[in-house]
T-cell receptor, first 112, second 114 residues
Framework: DAEITQSPRHKITETGRQVTLACHQT?????MFWYRQDLGHGLRLIHY???????NKGEVSDGYSVSRSNTEDLPLTLESAASSQTSVYFC???????????FGPGTRLTVL | LAKTTQPISMDSYEGQEVNITCSHN???????ITWYQQFPSQGPRFIIQ???TKVTNEVASLFIPADRKSSTLSLPRVSLSDTAVYYC???????????????FGKGTKLSVIP
């Protein structure tokens, strides 16, 4: 069955370190998204991609970057982790036809 | 971007029908209305999507009045397992490169009471 996976599921890092969160989908979807979820804020869009080599900034993109070298993967990189980036991160993908998004299980990141 | 407004929280007893209303006064002609459900420690899950009138699936019904400025998600006979956060999103299907059109708000936290 097609699925979307995220790794690691939990990560603890230190301020200033570079961190990369992986997202892999086997739906063959063109669209992929990264969100962060903090208590009281719902989900906020970080970056998104409509296809290979395409990346776009969402509403909270500062301090994050993504690259899309193939259809299946959209890794999210925190260039220099900050305590304010402690959050739960969700990756999602969609085919675009109706824009229904399929979400991964999430990665809980703690920056000390 | 169409902004949505929905109640922060709702309580319901088991077995009751629950209706969650979402306001979206500036919905555009090509916008669809989509609802997601999120359980604790999980990613959101698609529930239902509609454009106008009524849509029903095995999980819920979605009622959209003619002016489309609001929509109501109806959950029949809720159980404890329906306790979750429900998000209303308004936006258009992707039709080409451009800015992303869908935004998740804070959602409605539904608590089902035994």
């Amino acid at each position: 069955d097609a699925e979307i996976t995220q790794s690691p599921r939990h990560k603890i890092t230190e301020t200033g370190r570079q961190v990369t969160l992986a997202c892999h989908q086997t739906w063959n979807h063109n669209n992929m998204f990264w969100y962060r979820q903090d208590l009281g804020h719902g989900l906020r869009l970080i970056h998104y991609s409509y296809g290979v080599q395409d990346t776009n900034k969402g509403e909270v993109s500062d301090g994050y970057s993504v690259s899309r070298s193939n259809t299946e993967d959209l890794p999210l990189t925190l260039e220099s982790a900050a305590s304010s980036q402690t959050s739960v991160y969700f990756c999602a993908s969609s085919s675009g036809a109706t824009d229904t998004q399929y979400f991964g299980p999430g990665t809980r990141l703690t920056v000390l | 971007l169409a902004k949505t407004t929905q109640p922060i929280s709702m309580d319901s007893y088991e077995g009751q029908e629950v209706n969650i209303t979402c306001s979206h006064n500036n919905i555009a002609t090509n916008d669809y209305i989509t609802w997601y459900q999120q359980f604790p420690s999980q990613g959101p899950r698609f529930i239902i999507q509609g454009y106008k009138t009524k849509v029903t699936n095995e999980v819920a019904s979605l009622f959209i009045p003619a002016d489309r400025k609001s929509s109501t998600l109806s959950l029949p006979r809720v159980s404890l397992s329906d306790t979750a956060v429900y998000y209303c999103l308004v936006g258009r299907p992707y039709s080409g490169a451009g800015s992303y059109q869908l935004t998740f708000g804070k959602g409605t936290k539904l608590s089902v009471i035994p």
